[in-house]
Every structure is written in structure tokens, then in C-alpha cells.
């Protein structure tokens, strides 16, 4: 009997459940990694995976688009509004994919010519189509992003894009109200109260390469490795004393360094340094910073529904955590974090849910290892984590598995 290596893909998924949204067919939290259910896959390799308020989307080698978990504002694309407790295959896009960004209850999806799609809710004009839509269950195409994008962002209710000439769009009027109180009589700039994308001003002579954002704030990374941030500073995510920004304000440079990376959970951001060095900054008291809080903190627990902005908890400023040095991969979901360091998975933060996979429900301050796994892809969404792995086995020339290349 003829035999072959081959590799076997596997998707591994733990923490809040409530819409199936880890894809294992039923609808309870789990605390510690469980493997999903990809037969519909056909165990392609997976590019990226990322998770919503409730829903997860995976993109194969394919650049096919898998998705699970909520769907009452059309968040899964698939044409309806029912739930589904196990990934399906979007039958509805035409063409590939190759990036995808979560909002609550949106998704943004990055087509290989530049194509920006978006389906889910629009009820702040997150999907970058204008007001006469309130949700889609269909992908909707964004006209009116004329260049090809690079880069694709999703907060909780607002969404940016980094074209490939470098310039950024905003779009959902999500900080629409922290704008108007931050300018008083005066008109909220564009860009903040835009339904359809908007040219973000203040970025003119950079070339941005990457966006990401939080629930009400939104970061940009140039190609020189400069950090431009605005919106809110409720939670001092923005590394200054105003409340609001308007526009991008420089960051400096972290330990001199140029940033090379930058991710962001609802209200702290993670950036990696040239060197490998890992930052935090902004909230910490679920521990999502990876650093033991200060005594000046207040230590009382409160909510991270997608409406939480207590601002009660002293800011954290940006800070290295050393156990997190070289990492190759970070994800963040609203206010936990996953890490690969050294092959190895780690994780941090809020744990209500059990998404910190180490099978309880504390919440954990410094990144710690979540034994078994080591993965070459991670994910999160809000309140769930995934890891993508892969193993290579001795089987039947003719099984179903891929050879290994």
C-alpha cells in the first residue's frame, strides 16, 4: 500500500458561543479549545480568519469565504437572517477574497483586485453604501472606493481603508456623538459623519499601508513605521491628554523604534516594534494589556458589552511586555488577546466567556500558554478565540488530505 505525507487542517475554537459562533454545532461557551466542524473546507489551508460581536468568517486557499455564528442583521452574507451553528461555504461571492474585518454586526471583505465588499448592518452607515440601506444579507459592492484597497478596518460601528496609493477612508457615523461633544458648536469633520467612504484628512503627505480600529477610535501605520491615531481617548488609547481627536496625531516612536505592526481591541491597541519588541496601551483592567495593573487603578469589573465605556479605570500608557518579545502573530478581540510566540500560543485578558482557553472563567493578566496548541494562524472576535493548526500524517495516497508540498 502506497503512502504519502500528508497535512491535515484543523481548526481549534474556544469562548462565548451564545450564536454558534465557534462553529462546532452548538451554542454553549466553552473555556477550553474545542475543534470546529470545517468539512465544508475540504481541509483547504486557511489565510485568515476573523470573529464579530457574534460571527466568525474564514478565508481558504482558495480564497473562498466560510462563515457561522449570528446573522440577524445578514452578518454571514449568505442571502438570510438565521443563525448557523457550523461554517458554510458564502456561496454568493463571485469573487476571491483575501482579507476580512469584523465589525459587531458587519462584515468587510477585501477581494485580491482591491475590491472592498460589506454586508451585515448599516443602521450607522458602516457598510460604506449610503442611508437607503439598513442591513444586507447580500455582499454589497463599495462603489464609491474608485482604488484599489489594501487594507480593511472594522470597529464596532465605523470602518476605514488604506488604498494602495497610501490615502485612508472612514466611514460610520459610530463616533458621530463622541465628535460632537468634543467640538461643541462647531461641525463635525466629514470623515467622522460619512455613510459612504470619506478621505481622512491630516494623512495627505503619508503613505498608509494598514488600519486597524477599536470601537471608537481608528489607527493608521505608514510605510515608514509611523502610528497615526484618533477618536476617542476615553480609555487613553490614543497616548495624550484630549478626549477626543478629530484627526491623526503622531504617536512617538516606541523605544525609538519604528512599529511594524499594530492590532486593537475595543479600547487598547498592541503594536511590534522592527526589533520584535511588543507594546500595550489604554485600558487594562481585564488584563488585556498583558502587564499587572498599576494600584492606581480601580479594580471594580464592569461590563464589556459593545456599549461599555467606563472611564472610571486610571489609562494605562504604552508599555513593553517582555513575555511577548517576537512574536510573529497577535489578535485581538474587544478586550482579550492572543499571541504565537516561538510556535507557541499564548493569551491574556478578559475570560468571562473562557476565551483566554486555559478553562476558566478569570481573567487573565499576563499572556500564559494554552497548552496543546501551536498554530500557524489566530483569531478572535469579541468574546471568542481560534487557532488554526495543521499536522502532518502518514495516509493512503488516496485520501482526501493535501501532500505535502
Same mark, same amino acid.
Given at each position: 500500500?502506497?503512502?504519502?505525507?500528508?497535512?491535515?487542517?484543523?481548526?481549534?475554537?474556544?469562548?462565548?458561543?451564545?450564536?454558534?459562533?465557534?462553529?462546532?454545532?452548538?451554542?454553549?461557551?466553552?473555556?477550553?479549545?474545542?475543534?470546529?466542524?470545517?468539512?465544508?473546507?475540504?481541509?483547504?489551508? $486557511?489565510?485568515? =480568519?476573523?470573529? +464579530?460581536?457574534? *460571527?466568525?468568517?474564514?478565508? @481558504?486557499?482558495?480564497?473562498? !469565504?466560510?462563515?457561522? #455564528?449570528?446573522?440577524?442583521?445578514?452578518?454571514?452574507?449568505?442571502?438570510?437572517?438565521?443563525?448557523?451553528?457550523?461554517?458554510?461555504?458564502?456561496?454568493?461571492?463571485?469573487?476571491?477574497?483575501?482579507?476580512?474585518?469584523?465589525?459587531?454586526?458587519?462584515?468587510?471583505?477585501?477581494?485580491?483586485?482591491?475590491?472592498?465588499?460589506?454586508?451585515?448592518?448599516?443602521?450607522?452607515?458602516?457598510?460604506?453604501?449610503?442611508?437607503?440601506?439598513?442591513?444586507?444579507?447580500?455582499?454589497?459592492?463599495?462603489?464609491?472606493?474608485?482604488?484599489? $484597497?489594501?487594507? =480593511?478596518?472594522? +470597529?464596532?460601528? *465605523?470602518?476605514?481603508?488604506? @488604498?494602495?496609493?497610501?490615502? !485612508?477612508?472612514?466611514? #460610520?457615523?459610530?463616533?458621530?456623538?463622541?465628535?460632537?461633544?468634543?467640538?461643541?458648536?462647531?461641525?463635525?469633520?466629514?470623515?467622522?459623519?460619512?455613510?459612504?467612504?470619506?478621505?481622512?484628512?491630516?494623512?495627505?503627505?503619508?503613505?498608509?499601508?494598514?488600519?486597524?480600529?477599536?470601537?471608537?477610535?481608528?489607527?493608521?501605520?505608514?510605510?515608514?513605521?509611523?502610528?497615526?491615531?484618533?477618536?476617542?481617548?476615553?480609555?487613553?488609547?490614543?497616548?495624550?491628554?484630549?478626549?477626543?481627536?478629530?484627526?491623526?496625531?503622531?504617536?512617538?516612536?516606541?523605544?525609538?523604534?519604528?512599529?511594524?505592526?499594530?492590532?486593537?481591541?475595543?479600547?487598547?491597541?498592541?503594536?511590534?516594534?522592527?526589533?520584535?519588541?511588543?507594546?500595550?496601551?489604554?485600558?487594562?483592567?481585564?488584563?488585556?494589556?498583558?502587564?499587572?495593573?498599576?494600584?492606581?487603578?480601580?479594580?471594580?469589573?464592569?461590563?464589556?458589552?459593545?456599549?461599555?465605556?467606563?472611564?472610571?479605570?486610571?489609562?494605562?500608557?504604552?508599555?513593553?511586555?517582555?513575555?511577548?518579545?517576537?512574536?510573529?502573530?497577535?489578535?485581538?478581540?474587544?478586550?482579550?488577546?492572543?499571541?504565537?510566540?516561538?510556535?507557541?500560543?499564548?493569551?491574556?485578558?478578559?475570560?468571562?466567556?473562557?476565551?483566554?482557553?486555559?478553562?476558566?472563567?478569570?481573567?487573565?493578566?499576563?499572556?500564559?500558554?494554552?497548552?496543546?496548541?501551536?498554530?500557524?494562524?489566530?483569531?478572535?472576535?469579541?468574546?471568542?478565540?481560534?487557532?488554526?493548526?495543521?499536522?502532518?500524517?502518514?495516509?493512503?495516497?488516496?485520501?482526501?488530505?493535501?501532500?505535502?508540498?
Amino acid at each position: 500500500m502506497e503512502t504519502s505525507t500528508q497535512i491535515e487542517f484543523c481548526v481549534h475554537s474556544w469562548g462565548a458561543n451564545s450564536y454558534g459562533q465557534l462553529g462546532q454545532g452548538h451554542v454553549e461557551d466553552q473555556s477550553c479549545p474545542r475543534l470546529s466542524d470545517i468539512t465544508p473546507l475540504q481541509n483547504q489551508a $486557511v489565510r485568515a =480568519v476573523c470573529g +464579530g460581536g457574534g *460571527h466568525t468568517v474564514v478565508i @481558504s486557499e482558495n480564497a473562498e !469565504v466560510f462563515v457561522c #455564528g449570528q446573522n440577524d442583521r445578514g452578518q454571514l452574507g449568505l442571502g438570510h437572517n438565521a443563525d448557523i451553528p457550523t461554517f458554510q461555504l458564502c456561496h454568493s461571492l463571485n469573487q476571491r477574497v483575501a482579507k476580512v474585518a469584523c465589525g459587531w454586526d458587519f462584515t468587510l471583505l477585501l477581494t485580491d483586485c482591491g475590491r472592498v465588499l460589506a454586508f451585515g448592518s448599516n443602521a450607522f452607515g458602516q457598510l460604506g453604501v449610503g442611508q437607503k440601506v439598513t442591513h444586507s444579507s447580500d455582499p454589497l459592492v463599495v462603489e464609491s472606493l474608485k482604488e484599489p $484597497v489594501v487594507s =480593511v478596518a472594522a +470597529g464596532l460601528r *465605523h470602518s476605514l481603508a488604506a @488604498s494602495d496609493s497610501g490615502c !485612508v477612508y472612514q466611514w #460610520g457615523r459610530g463616533l458621530f456623538s463622541h465628535a460632537k461633544r468634543a467640538v461643541g458648536q462647531q461641525a463635525v469633520p466629514s470623515h467622522l459623519n460619512s455613510t459612504v467612504p470619506c478621505l481622512v484628512p491630516g494623512l495627505d503627505q503619508k503613505t498608509s499601508h494598514m488600519v486597524t480600529a477599536g470601537s471608537v477610535h481608528c489607527v493608521c501605520l505608514t510605510g515608514d513605521g509611523d502610528l497615526f491615531l484618533w477618536g476617542s481617548n476615553k480609555h487613553g488609547q490614543l497616548t495624550t491628554a484630549e478626549p477626543f481627536l478629530s484627526s491623526p496625531m503622531l504617536v512617538k516612536r516606541l523605544g525609538g523604534e519604528k512599529v511594524v505592526r499594530v492590532w486593537s481591541g475595543w479600547t487598547h491597541i498592541v503594536a511590534r516594534t522592527e526589533s520584535g519588541r511588543v507594546f500595550t496601551w489604554g485600558r487594562g483592567d481585564y488584563g488585556q494589556l498583558g502587564r499587572l495593573p498599576s494600584t492606581s487603578q480601580n479594580p471594580e469589573r464592569k461590563s464589556a458589552g459593545p456599549s461599555a465605556q467606563d472611564g472610571s479605570q486610571r489609562a494605562c500608557p504604552p508599555a513593553e511586555v517582555k513575555a511577548l518579545y517576537g512574536a510573529t502573530q497577535i489578535a485581538c478581540g474587544s478586550e482579550h488577546n492572543l499571541a504565537i510566540v516561538g510556535g507557541s500560543l499564548l493569551s491574556w485578558g478578559w475570560n468571562e466567556h473562557g476565551m483566554c482557553g486555559d478553562g476558566s472563567q478569570t481573567d487573565v493578566l499576563q499572556p500564559q500558554l494554552v497548552s496543546g496548541l501551536r498554530p500557524f494562524l489566530i483569531g478572535c472576535g469579541a468574546g471568542h478565540s481560534m487557532a488554526v493548526c495543521a499536522e502532518t500524517t502518514d495516509s493512503r495516497q488516496n485520501s482526501a488530505t493535501i501532500p505535502l508540498q
